[in-house]
């Protein structure tokens, strides 16, 4: 069973101070179609310094957007496909480095950045950014320590499971299957969720 977040409180927080390379991904679902929300990634505890994973609803076509700014202003890498209500999506984001980040909306319908952006950033968040929190649906977060293939992605997007992609680099997953509980032994905390039907995932 995936995990419901209730767009007031609800999240899955860990602290963890990444190193570029790193990529990260979910599946998520949701019916507000209007909400700008975060997804999942990267922020500071100001909000600040970020890069993150947002829902645009705001935006025609309901896309998603890797949002990065490391204080110097923002910089957004928009999926080229939307999203559709009610429907579970992949998302993942790829920073390969400063000068190359790549959103990837359900294994393909990427964009690529180079503009330089290196956030220092110190917690990794599930649904929350400072004041804001995501409503509907996610499952299968994961984090790893590496700029993960095309190839990598699309097998994420066929329903892979993340243990099976690179095991020995990820920094965390959870796979929000009933409890909000973390695989990799990172200290995590949560709140405002309840359980809902999970995507296909193939262990």
């Known amino acids: 069973m995936a995990r419901t977040f209730n767009g007031t409180s609800g999240y899955v927080s860990a602290a ?24 999942i990634g990267f922020n500071n505890a100001a909000g600040s310094r970020y890069d993150q994973i947002w829902f645009r609803g705001a935006v025609a076509g309901d896309p998603i957007d890797i949002l ?35 959103i990837y909306l359900d294994g393909g319908n990427s964009a690529t950045s180079a503009t330089s952006v290196n956030p220092t950033v110190d917690a990794f968040n599930v649904a929350r950014f400072p004041g804001e929190f995501f409503a509907g649906d996610i499952a299968e977060a994961a984090l790893w320590a590496a700029a993960l293939t095309a190839e990598e992605v699309a097998a994420l ?8 992609i690179r095991p020995q680099i990820i920094q965390f997953y959870a796979p929000l299957i009933r409890e909000t509980i973390e ?12 359980s809902t039907d999970h995507p296909m995932v193939y262990l």
Not at 184 to 192: E, L, M, Y
């Open 157 to 164: 997007a066929n329903g892979v499971s993340p243990q099976r």
């Open 68 to 102: 990065s700014d490391a204080g110097g202003g923002q910089v957004i890498t928009r999926s080229t496909a939307g999203t559709s209500s009610g429907v579970y999506h992949h998302a993942c984001a790829v920073i390969a480095s400063a000068t190359s980040r790549t």
């Open 183 to 194: 695989l990799r032994g990172v200290a995590i905390t949560s709140s405002g969720t309840t």
């Open 16 to 39: 963890i101070t990444p190193s570029l390379p790193y990529s990260f991904a979910c599946w998520f679902r949701t019916t507000n179609m209007t909400q700008t929300k975060p997804i």
